[in-house]
């Protein structure tokens, strides 16, 4: 199924793409999610969070296959959720600008939350690859049907690659969104307040190729250090406040 052009038909899949000055880049990350293999319904919403490159020329050549918003610099958690405001379908799946979808991703994860209704957050396993394309190593996906446990793994550290997931909209606005105070972290903060309320699940296939090129907001361990600690001490507080772990 090809994409659904902006503003037209009903799409059960919005994937959202945050960008800044990443004209390298967009282009092939783009593509990937036009070019999904055997995908329900979906539509491409590409949020330009102020680039001053070639990023705004490079998506026009799309033409009506996308969506494009344009706003001032504002963050990728403020860019996220601009992008989730505007999606028009019940799932969302995230895709970060230097990342590119492996082609059967869209319809292995709508197969999955199809058989599974409840599940508000599905990740995946990934491959990294470097500034070239070229793929250096996969990375399998940690899993657990015990979701408690689980929760207990994710609070050692954050395992889930935003842009593997595919997430539920009503749930994604009930937990309240990503935090657009966290520079970094904002996804981890997220993952850990869904987990606290829904259903996950796992596919163990790697349906991304991550690309590792130095300029990524993890390249500053000190950074993510300190908002990593900064967001399981607030998930302690959640727990201290509403008791437990997941509900």
Not at 72 to 92: D, H, I
Not at 133 to 149: A, E, I, K, L, M
Not at 161 to 182: H, M
């Amino acid at each position: 199924m090809s994409a659904v052009g902006a503003g037209t038909g009903s799409p059960l899949i919005s994937v959202v793409v945050p960008v800044y000055n990443h004209e390298r880049y967009i282009f092939e990350c783009v593509d990937s999610a036009l070019m999904q293999e055997g995908a329900p319904p979906f539509e491409v919403v590409v949020v330009d969070d102020g680039s001053t490159d070639r990023t705004p020329r490079i998506l026009q050549t799309f033409g009506p296959r996308i969506q494009v918003i344009r706003q001032p610099r504002s963050g990728a958690a403020t860019a996220l959720n601009r992008g989730f405001a505007a999606a028009r379908a019940p799932y969302v799946c995230w895709l970060s600008s230097d990342d590119r979808f492996e082609p059967g991703k869209l319809a292995a994860q709508w197969q999955y939350v199809t058989r599974h209704p409840c599940t508000a957050l599905c990740y995946t396993s990934f491959h990294v690859i470097d500034g070239h394309g070229v793929r250096q190593y996969t990375v399998d996906s940690p899993w657990d049907s015990d979701r408690n446990r689980l929760y207990a793994t994710l609070l050692e550290g954050c395992f889930i690659n935003g842009s593997t997931t595919i997430v539920r909209k009503d749930a994604f606005f009930q937990v309240g969104g990503f935090d657009p105070a966290l520079v970094q972290g904002h996804d981890y903060d997220l993952w850990l307040r869904l987990f606290e309320r829904y259903e996950v699940g796992c596919i163990p296939e790697p349906l991304l190729s991550y690309r590792w090129h130095g300029s990524n907001m993890s390249a500053n361990p000190a950074a993510d250090r300190y908002y990593s600690n900064l967001v399981r001490q607030r998930a302690a507080r959640r727990r201290q406040q509403f008791g437990g772990g997941t509900s």
